[in-house]
């Protein structure tokens, strides 16, 4: 059964350094999301991307977060100076071409700032 | 205000028998749809079921049903025959509007099925 990859499943970085996760989403989805869940909170969005795009963002997605997808395959999250707080796991997700039915989401990055 | 809301921080669950997990929304927009995921300890999330605003039944799946209950603004996960497998934690989740995408997740509830 396909499924969302995320590469790596654990990161540790210092404060300051720039991080980049990445996500493989299901090949015939079209829309591609990340959310985040601090430790032993709810998930947060971040962002939602189709047709090359941001298409929503939340008020945490500031400018020290972009998106991309760099070929056909990957969806990358990039994290410009990191902070203490952006500890956190970060979900990749994706769904099918109308975007409106169920999100299937990676096991996850947990990222680490030290 | 919560846009959802799960009160129930932890819930135990013999073996065998089914058990209920609440999930009320807050939307003034007709068009939403409702979701529920789990996640073990492992942390991964596993999408469980999904019920549309205008679907008119209770969505199904296999030992997974949704309870929902619009007036109400309700959408309760019931899962049948718990099995020592289902202990994780459950999170109600709701997108808004025709064009938007973004879920919007509760603060999940702790299961534990017991033998």
């Known amino acids: 059964e396909p499924e969302v990859t995320q590469t790596p499943s654990h990161q540790v970085t210092q404060m300051g350094q720039e991080v980049i996760l990445r996500c493989v989403p299901i090949?015939?989805?079209?829309?591609f999301y990340w959310y985040r869940q601090i430790l032993g909170q709810k998930v947060e969005f971040l962002v939602s991307?189709?047709?090359?795009?941001?298409?929503?963002k939340s008020e945490i997605f500031d400018d020290q977060f972009s998106v991309e997808r760099p070929d056909g395959s990957n969806f990358t999250l990039k994290i410009r100076s990191t902070k203490l707080e952006d500890s956190a796991m970060y979900f990749c997700?994706?769904?099918?071409?109308?975007?409106?039915?169920?999100?299937?989401f990676g096991p996850g990055t947990r990222l680490t700032v030290t | 205000a919560q846009k959802i809301t799960q009160t129930q921080p932890g819930m135990f669950v013999q073996e065998k028998e089914a058990v209920t997990l609440d999930c009320t929304y807050d939307?003034?927009?007709?068009?939403?749809?409702l979701f529920w995921y789990k996640q073990p300890s492992s942390g991964e999330m596993i999408f469980l079921i999904y019920?549309?605003?205008?679907?008119?039944q209770n969505a199904t799946e296999g030992r997974y049903s949704l309870n929902f209950q619009k007036a109400r603004k309700s959408a309760n996960l019931v899962i049948s025959a718990s099995q020592l497998g289902d202990s994780a934690m459950y999170f109600c989740?709701?997108?808004?509007?025709?064009?938007?995408?973004?879920?919007?997740f509760g603060s999940g509830t702790q299961l534990t099925v017991l033998p």
């Open positions: 989740a709701m997108r808004e509007g025709r064009s938007a995408r973004q879920l919007t």
């Open positions: 939307t003034s927009d007709p068009s939403y749809g």
């Open positions: 997700a994706s769904s099918r071409d109308s975007g409106m039915g169920e999100q299937y």
């Open positions: 019920q549309g605003s205008y679907d008119q």
């Open positions: 090949s015939n989805h079209l829309y």
């Open positions: 991307f189709y047709n090359n795009e941001i298409s929503e």
